[in-house]
T-cell receptor
Framework: GQQVMQIPQYQHVQEGEDFTTYCNSS?????IQWYKQRPGGHPVFLIQ?????EVKKQKRLTFQFGEAKKNSSLHITATQTTDVGTYFC????????FGTGTSLTVIP | NAGVTQTPKFQVLKTGQSMTLQCAQD?????MYWYRQDPGMGLRLIYY???????DKGEVPNGYNVSRLNKREFSLRLESAAPSQTSVYFC?????????????FGNGTRLTVT
């Protein structure tokens, strides 16, 4: 069945460095959503991408949807300690699946 | 608004015991979901309810039952708990199913089965 793979599983960065997480699907996705989960918290919706090649920005966060609609990325510029948490992608094809998440640690 | 409210927040069960996790949303959403979250495995869908009166299995339904009591409430029942069901359980809701509506999650229930 369809699965959404996410890499890396863990990432440690120094505060101020950039961070990227990648989401890949074996099948074409209708859309992709991104969520953030703070340690001990619950996932919170960040954004949705629908169009092929779409790029959206939220302050220091840049989200991309691949041309083939099989992959997506989240890039954070100049990380801050408030960026700590796990970032999940979730894609829709035949069903709606969450990726395994990337846990981001920011070292002050 | 409270959003999605889950109870209890923590629970410890012994193998074979039963329990029901409660979930209620006040956003007038049509669809509700139960997920479990385990380390390294992301969020896996247990059951969902596309609308009041309907329920369907997700990826990992074995060992669970659900009830969509009304539009607001969606409960998850473990009839005979097993250690493999130790997990964090999240209830979520959305305007509709289909993957285009953002999910709104509750705060989670941390369940340990010994």
């Amino acid at each position: 069945g369809q699965q959404v793979m996410q890499i890396p599983q863990y990432q440690h960065v120094q505060e101020g460095e950039d961070f990227t997480t990648y989401c890949n699907s074996s099948t074409t996705l209708s859309n992709i959503q991104w969520y953030k989960q703070r340690p001990g918290g619950h996932p919170v919706f960040l954004i949705q991408l629908v169009k092929s090649g779409e790029v959206k920005k939220q302050k220091r966060l840049t989200f991309q949807f691949g041309e083939a609609k099989k992959n997506s990325s989240l890039h954070i510029t100049a990380t801050q300690t408030t960026d700590v948490g796990t970032y999940f992608c979730a894609g829709s094809g035949n069903q709606f699946y969450f990726g395994t998440g990337t846990s981001l640690t920011v070292i002050p | 608004n409270a959003g999605v409210t889950q109870t209890p927040k923590f629970q410890v069960l012994k193998t074979g015991q039963s329990m029901t996790l409660q979930c209620a949303q006040d956003m007038n959403h049509n669809s509700m979901y139960w997920y479990r979250q385990d380390p390294g495995m992301g969020l896996r869908l247990i059951y969902y309810s596309a609308s009041e009166g309907t329920t369907d299995k997700g990826e990992v339904p074995n060992g669970y039952n659900v009830s969509r009591l009304n539009k607001r409430e969606f409960s998850l029942r473990l009839e005979s708990a097993a250690p493999s069901q130790t997990s964090v359980y999240f209830c979520a809701s959305s305007v509709r199913t289909g993957g285009y509506s953002p999910l709104h999650f509750g705060n989670g229930t941390r369940l340990t089965v010994t």
